[in-house]
């Protein structure tokens, strides 16, 4: 690897979500390691963070998915190439890739990518699309299980696979720097009561990270007589629209008093251990973040059975539930949701404290930021090693 590296990291926006997060990270570990970290985006919440540790970014429109905006941010992308003698491009989302496929192949640079969510293929144009991901000198797979769709959608051969699972900032998420103070502060500005069960839904409000179906849960809740609930939906709004309808939806179920929508949360560490429960229940996730750092706050968690909730949660049948950090339920089966709240609700404070150190223990053995920063720089050494022996991608 050379003495001093250029890594270029492509994405849409840098706004608060998990690949974002990701390449931030490597940004930094880049910066620490004393190499270059550029990060090209349309801008967002994070984008001002990379400063403080010494990477820079590069405003360009990568959020276009129109084809002649990503032939021109291809070109734009080549001139930062060149200009900054850039060394890797690592491209973390479709449009982007593509722009950065050409562009590495223009000026004949390693393309690595990381393939973060399980995007739908319904038609042959579709495959061809997120094909791209697969079309780089190594895939990163954020999950054994994504690792295994990349092999069975692309043909990909092993040896241009890495799984590097996603990971948590222990420093952070640090159960032993709350305060009683930080705590006080996140419930009021949430309006929790004094006997109100929280239960926190972390991530953009979109259909796909399945608000619905919660909503639909607690109406069930709500007609089986429980109350003193208040659900937490903690994220960007992406769809007004969306958040509209679940506003409507709960309204109608009676428990729109329960629903919170407190947009982006600074404090999230204390933000999940003020929860009696965390859920993750999306249909498509490549490694969900989210059920990582509640785990680390020692909060059960609840997962749907898509892609790999299995991997980042202890569930039952895979371990005992004595072993468990928390349950599984089908996705988009609300009644089976309410049923597993109605479980969790129902535990002793000695019993949901266990399952809560499970999950510490569990996420903080397997999912470190150290694993994920130093088996990435390893991924970039050896594409560069495989590219000097003239080894590259097809």
């Known amino acids: 690897m050379p003495e001093r590296l250029t890594v270029l990291q492509v994405i849409p926006r ?75 491009i690592h491209a973390r989302s479709r449009a982007p890739a593509w722009s950065a496929l050409w562009a590495a192949r223009k000026t004949n640079i390693a393309f690595v990518t990381t393939y973060h969510s399980e995007y739908s293929e319904k038609n042959r144009v579709k495959n061809w699309y997120n094909s791209v991901m697969a079309r780089s000198d190594t895939v990163i797979a954020v999950s054994d299980y994504m690792a295994h769709l990349i092999r069975t959608r692309y043909a990909t051969p092993e040896e241009r696979i890495a799984v590097i699972h996603r990971a948590f900032d222990p420093d ?26 929280v239960l926190i839904l972390a991530g953009r409000i979109t259909p796909r990270k399945a608000q619905q179906y919660l909503v639909e849960a607690l109406g ?72 990582i750092e509640s785990q680390a706050m020692g909060v059960p968690l609840i997962v749907s059975d898509t892609g790999p909730g299995r991997e980042v949660a202890l569930t039952a049948p895979d371990v005992a539930p004595d072993a468990a950090s928390g349950l599984r ?15 969790m609700l129902s535990w002793s404070d000695a019993e949901r ?24 720089l390893a991924v970039y050494e050896r594409v560069l090693a495989r590219r000097r022996h003239g080894k590259t991608a097809a």
């Open 220 to 291: 069930l809740l709500k007609a089986r007589g429980q109350n003193n609930i208040v659900a937490v939906l903690a994220g960007e709004i992406e769809k007004p629209e969306f958040k509209t309808k679940l506003e409507t939806e709960a309204e109608r179920l009676g428990v729109r008093e329960w629903l919170r929508f407190p947009g982006h949360v600074g404090d999230m560490p204390a933000a999940y251990r003020i929860s009696d429960i965390s859920l993750n229940i999306s249909e498509q996730e490549g490694l969900p973040r989210v059920a």
């Open 353 to 376: 404290e266990a399952c809560g150190k499970r999950g510490s223990d569990h996420v903080r053995a397997r999912f470190t930021l150290e694993q994920l920063t130093s088996k990435t």
């Open 329 to 343: 339920v089908p996705y988009a089966d609300a009644k089976a949701l309410a049923d597993a709240i109605e479980k």
């Open 14 to 88: 840098m706004r608060a979500g998990g690949a974002e997060l990701g390449c931030l990270q490597v940004a930094e570990a880049l910066v620490k390691k004393g190499h270059r970290a550029l990060v090209a985006s349309q801008g967002g919440r994070l984008a001002d963070r990379l400063a403080e540790f010494g990477a820079e970014h590069i405003t360009l429109p990568l959020a276009t998915k129109n084809p002649l905006g990503i032939l021109s941010n291809a070109n734009k992308l080549a001139d930062i190439i060149r200009r900054e003698n850039v060394d890797i």
């Open 172 to 197: 952070r998420f640090d159960l032993n720097s709350l305060t009683q103070e930080r705590l006080d502060d996140v419930k009021r500005s949430l309006g929790i009561e004094k006997d109100d069960r």
